[in-house]
Each structure stands twice: as structure tokens, then as C-alpha cells.
């Protein structure tokens, strides 16, 4: 039959498998000292365990904010690939836009510039004929007045 020493040893070991390291007391005793000694081994041997435990907590925690982190971070990283993709659709848009009426302002500039040449020549040959006309028209004044010079020498003599 077990002693009651292997009984409270057992009973110790149970509880400190629970990590609670709760030692039953073999005497019950008033004594302060007595009391400090115990907590001070009790905290000496549940300190381990509870860093033990909080560092699982811990590390608990941190993996599942690592994983909340990388799932939101993924969340983010499609949502902003595709605001991108959209922002591209709209520039590749603007852009085809902007190359078509570039093309038409070049055709109708071209057209304009045509149309300068065209009206350059007009009045070029234009003035060509109005000094054709005005060199024929002096030539004919200078003319008459050579006539009506001589005619007036005719009459004074």
C-alpha cells in the first residue's frame, strides 16, 4: 500500500502536469516564512511553465496574424491589381482615342495646307495677271497721252 508521502507525490506530479504546481502542504502552518518559502519555490517552478505558455500564446497569436496579414495582404494585392488593369483599360482607351484624333487633325491639317498652296498659286496668278493688266493699262495711258501731247502741239503750233 502506498505511503501518504507517494500519495502527495503523485497528487504533486498530477498537478504539475496541469502546470498549476498548487503542492499540497503536508502540515497546515500559520508560519509567514514558512509561506513565503513555498510561493517563492512555487513561483520559481511555475515561472518556466508560464513563459513556456505564454510564448506558445504567443507564437499562437503571431501565426494567426500572420496568417489574417497575408490574407488581407492578398485581398489588397488583387484589388489593386485590378484598379491597375483598369486604370490600363482606360489609358489604352484614351490613347487609341487620342490616336485617331491626332489622325484626324493631321488629315485636316493636311487638307488646310493643301488648300493654302492651292489658294497661294490662285492669288499669285491672280497678281500676275493684275500687273499683266495694270502694265497694259499704263502702256495705254502713257499712250493716250502721248496722242493728246501730240495733238496738243498740233493745236498750239
Not at 5 to 14: A, G, M, P, S
Not at 104 to 127: F, G, N, R, S, W
Request: net charge negative; charged share 40%; aromatic share 6%.
Amino acid at each position: 500500500m502506498p505511503t501518504q508521502r507517494q500519495c502527495q507525490l503523485k497528487k504533486q506530479r498530477v498537478e504539475e502536469d496541469d502546470t498549476e504546481f498548487d503542492f499540497p502542504m503536508s502540515q497546515q502552518s500559520n508560519d509567514s516564512e514558512e509561506q513565503h518559502i513555498i510561493e517563492a519555490i512555487e513561483r520559481q517552478y511555475a515561472g518556466p511553465a508560464r513563459e513556456k505558455k505564454r510564448a506558445e500564446r504567443e507564437k499562437k497569436f503571431l501565426d494567426m496574424a500572420k496568417k489574417k496579414l497575408n490574407e488581407d495582404l492578398v485581398k489588397s494585392s488583387e484589388d489593386i491589381r485590378e484598379a491597375c488593369q483598369a486604370v490600363d483599360e482606360v489609358y489604352n482607351a484614351f490613347l487609341n482615342d487620342y490616336a485617331v484624333i491626332e489622325d484626324k487633325i493631321d488629315a485636316k491639317l493636311t487638307k488646310i495646307q493643301e488648300l493654302e498652296d492651292k489658294l497661294a498659286k490662285m492669288v499669285a496668278q491672280k497678281h500676275k495677271a493684275d500687273e499683266e493688266i495694270v502694265r497694259t493699262q499704263i502702256q495705254a495711258r502713257e499712250s493716250a497721252l502721248g496722242k493728246t501731247k501730240a495733238a496738243c502741239k498740233g493745236i498750239w503750233l
